[in-house]
């Protein structure tokens, strides 16, 4: 069992940036695929953006050329770089290790 921990949300202007991190624990989190994963109200959660054990990655379409994913396997982290932000990536967003590891999520919110 790993246990994830994000952080990195908050209120931000359109066209603002975050960065959003998530600590996993344990000794095996560089053999995990990591996903960032978002959930708005009345919508089903959905991939952001994934990047696997050799650095394979991909992004939603919505949000190529925005959001940027990397990891530093010596920190047991992942980040997601979120730049010019839109109100329509307002969410909670999830970090996941694996298949079913799920971080308690943070609120992203895209406002004037």
């Known amino acids: 069992q790993v246990q994830l921990v994000e952080s990195g949300g908050g209120l931000v202007q359109p066209g603002g940036s975050l960065r959003l991190s998530c600590v996993a624990s344990g000794t095996f989190f560089r053999l995990y695929f990591m996903g960032w994963y978002r959930q708005a109200p009345g919508k089903q959660r959905e991939l952001v953006a994934g990047?696997?054990?050799?650095?394979?990655?991909n992004y939603a379409d919505s949000v190529k050329g925005r959001f940027t994913i990397s990891r530093d396997n010596a920190k047991n982290t992942v980040y997601l770089q979120m730049n010019s932000l839109k109100p329509e990536d307002t969410a909670v967003y999830y970090c996941k290790a694996g298949l079913q590891n799920w971080g308690q999520g943070t609120q992203v919110t895209v406002s004037s």
């Open positions: 990047i696997t054990r050799d650095g394979t990655i």
